[in-house]
Nanobody
Framework: QVQLVESGGGLVQAGGSLRLSCAAS???????MGWFRQAPGKEREFVAG????????QYVDSVKGRFTISRDSTKNTVYLQMNSLKSEDTAVYYC????????????????WGQGTQVIVSS
């Protein structure tokens, strides 16, 4: 069983930065890790993903050059560094783990965290 706990969300002004953390418990080294977000009234969308090896990093175009996914295998934690935040980044951010590799489809992930709210004020 895998459990994921996100932290690091909050309120930030446009142009600011936040770092989200996803602490995983259980055996996750064979899992791909993904970050998704869901804004009010919108569907959950893929933001970034990678494997623990760091060899399959993917980003949605809207965050390329601003967000960075990274991992610390010693802490079993995945991070999402978010810079140059925009109001359209406002959403609940979720961490997910899946055994079928990095995917943009939320249905292909097996475990989810509870989410952390990010609000970017303009």
């Amino acid at each position: 069983q895998v459990q994921l706990v996100e932290s690091g969300g909050g309120l930030v002004q446009a142009g600011g930065s936040l770092r989200l953390s996803c602490a995983a418990s259980g055996r996750t080294f064979n899992y791909a890790m993904g970050w998704f977000r869901q804004a009010p009234g919108k569907e959950r969308e893929f933001v970034a993903g990678d494997t623990w090896s760091g060899l399959n990093t993917q980003y949605v175009d809207s965050v390329k050059g601003r967000f960075t996914i990274s991992r610390d295998s010693t802490k079993n934690t995945v991070y999402l560094q978010m810079n140059s935040l925009k109001s359209e980044d406002t959403a609940v951010y979720y961490c997910a783990a899946g055994r079928r590799g990095v995917s943009w489809a939320s249905s292909l992930y097996d475990y989810w965290g509870q989410g952390t709210q990010v609000i970017v004020s303009s």
